[in-house]
Protein backbone atom coordinates (compact mmCIF):
# COMPACT_ATOMS: atom_id res chain seq x y z
CA UNK A 1 0.00 0.00 0.00
CA UNK A 2 0.90 4.02 -0.77
CA UNK A 3 1.49 5.71 2.56
CA UNK A 4 0.11 9.05 2.49
CA UNK A 5 0.52 11.85 5.40
CA UNK A 6 -2.98 13.37 5.64
CA UNK A 7 -2.62 16.91 7.79
CA UNK A 8 -3.90 19.56 8.40
CA UNK A 9 -7.96 19.53 9.22
CA UNK A 10 -10.87 22.21 9.39
CA UNK A 11 -10.66 22.71 12.72
CA UNK A 12 -8.11 25.26 15.22
CA UNK A 13 -5.59 22.66 15.89
CA UNK A 14 -4.93 22.33 11.90
CA UNK A 15 -1.39 24.60 13.18
CA UNK A 16 -0.34 21.94 15.32
CA UNK A 17 -1.30 18.66 12.71
CA UNK A 18 1.40 20.75 10.27
CA UNK A 19 3.95 20.46 12.76
CA UNK A 20 2.77 16.29 13.73
CA UNK A 21 3.51 16.10 9.90
CA UNK A 22 6.57 17.34 9.47
CA UNK A 23 7.61 15.19 12.65
CA UNK A 24 6.16 12.31 10.21
CA UNK A 25 7.87 12.81 7.10
CA UNK A 26 10.74 13.16 8.62
CA UNK A 27 10.60 9.45 9.82
CA UNK A 28 8.62 8.29 6.37
CA UNK A 29 10.62 10.49 3.90
CA UNK A 30 8.92 7.91 1.09
CA UNK A 31 5.33 8.93 2.27
CA UNK A 32 3.04 11.77 0.18
CA UNK A 33 1.52 14.29 1.30
CA UNK A 34 -1.93 15.53 1.53
CA UNK A 35 -3.35 18.48 2.87
CA UNK A 36 -6.65 19.24 4.19
CA UNK A 37 -7.66 22.57 4.59
CA UNK A 38 -10.25 24.75 6.20
CA UNK A 39 -12.87 24.91 2.61
CA UNK A 40 -12.68 20.96 3.18
CA UNK A 41 -10.28 20.61 -0.10
CA UNK A 42 -7.08 18.42 -0.20
CA UNK A 43 -3.85 19.31 -1.80
CA UNK A 44 -1.43 17.37 -2.91
CA UNK A 45 2.04 19.01 -1.49
CA UNK A 46 5.79 18.42 -1.78
CA UNK A 47 8.68 18.03 0.96
CA UNK A 48 10.11 21.33 0.06
CA UNK A 49 6.59 22.68 0.72
CA UNK A 50 6.07 21.46 4.38
CA UNK A 51 9.83 21.44 5.66
CA UNK A 52 10.02 25.18 4.71
CA UNK A 53 7.39 25.78 6.70
CA UNK A 54 8.96 27.27 9.95
CA UNK A 55 6.61 28.20 12.10
CA UNK A 56 3.67 25.74 12.23
CA UNK A 57 2.45 26.60 15.67
CA UNK A 58 1.55 30.27 14.19
CA UNK A 59 1.28 30.35 11.15
CA UNK A 60 -0.87 29.43 8.47
CA UNK A 61 0.39 26.69 6.11
CA UNK A 62 -0.61 27.90 2.48
CA UNK A 63 -0.19 25.12 -0.15
CA UNK A 64 -0.98 27.26 -3.16
CA UNK A 65 -2.86 25.24 -5.20
CA UNK A 66 -6.69 24.62 -5.62
CA UNK A 67 -6.90 21.26 -4.28
CA UNK A 68 -10.02 18.50 -4.55
CA UNK A 69 -12.97 17.76 -2.40
CA UNK A 70 -12.38 15.39 0.52
CA UNK A 71 -14.56 13.27 -0.92
CA UNK A 72 -12.79 13.05 -3.83
CA UNK A 73 -9.48 12.50 -2.22
CA UNK A 74 -10.75 9.98 -0.10
CA UNK A 75 -12.13 8.26 -3.60
CA UNK A 76 -8.21 8.00 -4.46
CA UNK A 77 -6.80 7.07 -1.59
CA UNK A 78 -9.25 3.65 -2.11
CA UNK A 79 -8.55 3.65 -5.60
CA UNK A 80 -5.00 4.01 -5.12
CA UNK A 81 -4.58 1.87 -2.54
CA UNK A 82 -3.54 4.09 -0.20
CA UNK A 83 -3.05 3.96 3.83
CA UNK A 84 -3.75 7.49 5.78
CA UNK A 85 -1.27 7.91 8.23
CA UNK A 86 -2.98 10.80 10.41
CA UNK A 87 -1.27 13.84 11.10
CA UNK A 88 -4.40 15.10 12.52
CA UNK A 89 -5.47 16.39 15.58
CA UNK A 90 -9.30 17.45 16.77
CA UNK A 91 -12.97 18.47 14.78
CA UNK A 92 -13.68 16.64 12.28
CA UNK A 93 -10.38 14.30 12.22
CA UNK A 94 -10.67 13.35 15.99
CA UNK A 95 -14.43 13.39 16.18
CA UNK A 96 -14.96 10.17 14.45
CA UNK A 97 -16.22 12.19 11.08
CA UNK A 98 -13.37 11.75 8.84
CA UNK A 99 -12.70 8.10 10.72
CA UNK A 100 -16.23 6.87 8.92
CA UNK A 101 -15.88 8.55 5.67
CA UNK A 102 -12.72 6.40 5.46
CA UNK A 103 -14.43 3.30 6.71
CA UNK A 104 -17.37 3.22 4.49
CA UNK A 105 -14.89 3.30 1.57
CA UNK A 106 -13.01 0.47 2.88
CA UNK A 107 -9.55 3.04 3.19
CA UNK A 108 -7.29 2.35 6.02
CA UNK A 109 -6.01 4.96 8.16
CA UNK A 110 -4.04 4.90 11.53
CA UNK A 111 -5.49 5.34 15.38
CA UNK A 112 -8.76 4.76 17.03
CA UNK A 113 -11.69 3.96 14.55
CA UNK A 114 -15.17 6.01 14.42
CA UNK A 115 -17.42 5.22 17.17
CA UNK A 116 -14.49 5.32 19.78
CA UNK A 117 -13.14 8.45 18.24
CA UNK A 118 -15.97 9.84 18.83
CA UNK A 119 -16.80 8.99 22.25
CA UNK A 120 -13.25 9.74 23.51
CA UNK A 121 -13.97 13.14 21.91
CA UNK A 122 -16.91 14.08 23.83
CA UNK A 123 -15.63 15.17 27.35
CA UNK A 124 -18.55 14.54 28.87
CA UNK A 125 -19.06 11.10 27.35
CA UNK A 126 -15.72 10.46 27.97
CA UNK A 127 -15.71 10.84 31.54
CA UNK A 128 -18.74 9.10 31.68
CA UNK A 129 -17.50 5.39 30.28
CA UNK A 130 -13.92 6.19 32.17
CA UNK A 131 -15.93 6.19 35.43
CA UNK A 132 -17.94 3.05 33.88
CA UNK A 133 -14.32 1.38 33.39
CA UNK A 134 -12.64 2.22 36.71
CA UNK A 135 -11.35 5.62 36.08
CA UNK A 136 -12.12 8.42 38.56
CA UNK A 137 -13.38 11.78 36.86
CA UNK A 138 -13.58 15.34 38.37
CA UNK A 139 -17.22 16.19 39.64
CA UNK A 140 -19.07 17.91 36.29
CA UNK A 141 -20.87 21.45 37.11
CA UNK A 142 -24.03 22.68 35.38
CA UNK A 143 -23.83 26.49 33.93
CA UNK A 144 -26.39 27.20 35.84
CA UNK A 145 -25.16 26.21 39.20
CA UNK A 146 -21.71 28.19 37.97
CA UNK A 147 -22.42 30.77 40.64
CA UNK A 148 -22.96 28.26 44.09
CA UNK A 149 -20.06 26.31 42.35
CA UNK A 150 -17.72 28.94 42.64
CA UNK A 151 -18.63 30.09 46.00
CA UNK A 152 -17.96 26.18 47.08
CA UNK A 153 -14.96 25.58 45.70
CA UNK A 154 -13.25 29.00 45.34
CA UNK A 155 -12.07 27.79 42.12
CA UNK A 156 -13.26 26.27 38.66
CA UNK A 157 -11.99 25.59 35.65
CA UNK A 158 -13.93 25.27 32.25
CA UNK A 159 -12.91 23.64 28.81
CA UNK A 160 -15.14 23.35 25.31
CA UNK A 161 -16.81 19.88 25.49
CA UNK A 162 -15.31 18.86 21.86
CA UNK A 163 -11.73 20.35 21.42
CA UNK A 164 -8.07 19.56 22.00
CA UNK A 165 -4.67 21.65 22.45
CA UNK A 166 -5.91 23.63 25.48
CA UNK A 167 -8.33 25.65 23.02
CA UNK A 168 -10.80 28.21 24.84
CA UNK A 169 -9.70 26.58 28.66
CA UNK A 170 -10.94 29.12 30.91
CA UNK A 171 -9.69 29.63 34.40
CA UNK A 172 -12.28 30.77 36.91
CA UNK A 173 -10.44 32.42 39.43
CA UNK A 174 -12.30 35.62 40.42
CA UNK A 175 -15.92 36.46 39.49
CA UNK A 176 -15.39 38.24 36.32
CA UNK A 177 -14.25 34.83 35.31
CA UNK A 178 -17.60 33.70 35.26
CA UNK A 179 -19.43 35.87 32.73
CA UNK A 180 -16.41 34.52 30.61
CA UNK A 181 -17.44 30.92 30.78
CA UNK A 182 -20.93 32.30 29.99
CA UNK A 183 -19.60 34.15 26.88
CA UNK A 184 -17.97 31.32 25.94
CA UNK A 185 -20.83 28.58 26.72
CA UNK A 186 -23.01 31.03 23.94
CA UNK A 187 -20.81 29.73 21.04
CA UNK A 188 -20.12 26.34 22.17
CA UNK A 189 -20.98 23.34 25.13
CA UNK A 190 -18.68 23.68 27.59
CA UNK A 191 -17.60 21.40 30.49
CA UNK A 192 -17.31 22.98 34.11
CA UNK A 193 -15.92 21.31 36.87
CA UNK A 194 -13.83 22.20 40.38
CA UNK A 195 -10.25 23.17 40.36
CA UNK A 196 -7.93 20.56 41.19
CA UNK A 197 -5.17 21.25 43.11
CA UNK A 198 -1.98 18.61 42.29
CA UNK A 199 0.50 17.67 39.57
CA UNK A 200 -0.03 17.84 35.68
CA UNK A 201 0.56 13.84 34.57
CA UNK A 202 -0.55 12.25 30.81
CA UNK A 203 0.36 8.79 30.18
CA UNK A 204 0.23 7.08 26.52
CA UNK A 205 -0.82 3.61 25.55
CA UNK A 206 0.55 1.61 22.59
CA UNK A 207 -0.93 -1.26 20.88
CA UNK A 208 1.66 -3.40 19.08
CA UNK A 209 1.07 -5.38 15.97
CA UNK A 210 1.25 -8.85 17.95
CA UNK A 211 -1.88 -8.15 20.01
CA UNK A 212 -0.02 -6.93 23.21
CA UNK A 213 -0.76 -3.47 24.41
CA UNK A 214 1.17 -1.79 27.13
CA UNK A 215 1.35 2.11 29.20
CA UNK A 216 4.24 3.75 28.34
CA UNK A 217 5.88 6.17 30.91
CA UNK A 218 4.16 8.67 33.01
CA UNK A 219 5.05 12.47 32.56
CA UNK A 220 5.03 15.12 34.70
CA UNK A 221 4.00 18.41 33.28
CA UNK A 222 5.49 22.03 34.98
CA UNK A 223 4.03 24.37 33.05
CA UNK A 224 5.75 27.69 32.78
CA UNK A 225 3.60 29.57 33.52
CA UNK A 226 1.02 28.32 35.77
CA UNK A 227 -1.39 27.28 33.22
CA UNK A 228 -0.71 24.23 30.69
CA UNK A 229 -2.65 26.41 28.00
CA UNK A 230 -1.91 26.28 24.17
CA UNK A 231 0.72 28.75 24.43
CA UNK A 232 2.26 26.66 27.63
CA UNK A 233 2.37 23.60 25.50
CA UNK A 234 3.87 25.01 22.23
CA UNK A 235 5.21 27.87 22.67
CA UNK A 236 6.72 29.25 25.99
CA UNK A 237 10.25 27.57 26.76
CA UNK A 238 9.84 27.46 30.44
CA UNK A 239 7.44 24.98 30.06
CA UNK A 240 9.11 21.64 31.85
CA UNK A 241 7.89 17.77 30.73
CA UNK A 242 9.71 15.49 32.79
CA UNK A 243 9.70 11.94 31.51
CA UNK A 244 9.84 10.28 33.13
CA UNK A 245 7.68 11.50 35.85
CA UNK A 246 9.18 11.83 39.53
CA UNK A 247 6.26 10.06 40.66
CA UNK A 248 6.73 7.56 43.36
CA UNK A 249 6.33 4.16 42.29
CA UNK A 250 2.64 3.54 43.72
CA UNK A 251 1.83 6.93 41.76
CA UNK A 252 3.50 5.41 38.45
CA UNK A 253 1.74 2.18 38.33
CA UNK A 254 -1.49 3.82 39.19
CA UNK A 255 -1.22 5.75 35.96
CA UNK A 256 -0.15 3.13 33.34
CA UNK A 257 -3.39 1.41 35.04
CA UNK A 258 -5.96 4.60 34.97
CA UNK A 259 -4.53 5.27 31.13
CA UNK A 260 -4.95 1.30 30.18
CA UNK A 261 -8.10 1.31 31.80
CA UNK A 262 -9.42 4.83 29.83
CA UNK A 263 -7.85 3.57 26.99
CA UNK A 264 -10.47 -0.14 26.73
CA UNK A 265 -13.02 1.77 27.72
CA UNK A 266 -13.21 3.61 25.23
CA UNK A 267 -12.14 0.82 22.82
CA UNK A 268 -9.38 3.01 21.60
CA UNK A 269 -6.68 1.39 18.92
CA UNK A 270 -3.86 1.81 17.86
CA UNK A 271 -2.35 4.31 20.55
CA UNK A 272 -4.11 6.98 23.09
CA UNK A 273 -2.96 9.31 25.76
CA UNK A 274 -4.97 9.98 28.70
CA UNK A 275 -4.65 13.08 30.83
CA UNK A 276 -4.74 13.23 34.70
CA UNK A 277 -4.28 15.59 37.69
CA UNK A 278 -2.22 13.58 40.76
CA UNK A 279 -4.02 15.20 43.80
CA UNK A 280 -3.53 14.43 47.56
CA UNK A 281 -6.09 12.34 47.31
CA UNK A 282 -5.13 10.22 44.26
CA UNK A 283 -5.13 10.63 40.49
CA UNK A 284 -8.32 12.38 38.68
CA UNK A 285 -8.98 11.35 35.29
CA UNK A 286 -9.29 14.43 32.72
CA UNK A 287 -9.51 13.54 29.18
CA UNK A 288 -8.23 10.59 26.12
CA UNK A 289 -6.57 11.91 23.20
CA UNK A 290 -7.11 9.45 20.34
CA UNK A 291 -4.82 11.60 18.06
CA UNK A 292 -2.09 13.12 20.33
CA UNK A 293 0.27 15.38 19.18
CA UNK A 294 3.26 13.82 17.57
CA UNK A 295 5.47 16.95 16.81
CA UNK A 296 8.77 17.01 17.50
CA UNK A 297 8.23 18.92 21.26
CA UNK A 298 4.98 16.50 22.00
CA UNK A 299 4.46 14.25 24.86
CA UNK A 300 3.93 10.60 23.09
CA UNK A 301 7.04 10.96 21.03
CA UNK A 302 8.82 11.83 24.42
CA UNK A 303 6.95 8.80 26.28
CA UNK A 304 8.16 6.42 23.18
CA UNK A 305 11.38 7.52 23.67
CA UNK A 306 11.66 7.18 27.63
CA UNK A 307 10.30 3.24 26.39
CA UNK A 308 12.96 3.14 24.15
CA UNK A 309 10.95 2.39 21.02
CA UNK A 310 12.07 4.10 18.03
CA UNK A 311 9.54 6.48 16.31
CA UNK A 312 9.83 4.51 13.40
CA UNK A 313 9.12 1.59 14.47
CA UNK A 314 5.84 3.28 16.35
CA UNK A 315 5.18 4.48 13.10
CA UNK A 316 5.11 1.01 10.92
CA UNK A 317 3.68 -0.58 13.93
CA UNK A 318 0.35 1.59 13.59
CA UNK A 319 0.51 1.50 9.90
CA UNK A 320 0.59 -2.57 9.95
CA UNK A 321 -2.22 -2.29 12.57
CA UNK A 322 -4.49 0.41 10.05
CA UNK A 323 -3.94 -2.08 6.95
CA UNK A 324 -4.58 -5.32 9.39
CA UNK A 325 -8.59 -3.49 10.79
CA UNK A 326 -9.59 -3.07 7.49
CA UNK A 327 -8.79 -5.91 6.04
CA UNK A 328 -11.39 -8.07 9.00
Excluded at 16 to 21: D, E, G, K, Q, Y
Excluded at 70 to 82: I, N, P, Y
Excluded at 113 to 139: E, Q
Excluded at 289 to 302: A, D, E, H, I, Q
Aim: proline share 5%.
Amino acid sequence: MRITILFGGSNRERLVSVASAQALHQALPEADLWFWDIQDRVHFVSSKQLEEHARPFEDEFKPGTRGVPLEQALDQAKAEDRVLVLALHGGRAENGELQVMCEVRGVPFTGSGSASSHLAFDKIAAKHFAALGGVTPPAGVALDNIDEAFAEYGRLIAKPVRDGSSYGLIFVNAKQDLVAVRNAAKTEEYVIEPYIAGVEATCGVLERPDGSIISLPPIEIIPGEGNFDYAAKYLLASTQEICPGRFTAEVTAALKEQAMLAHRAMSCTGYSRSDFIVAEKGLVYLETNTLPGLTKSSLYPKALKAEGIDFIDFLRGLIELAERGMRK
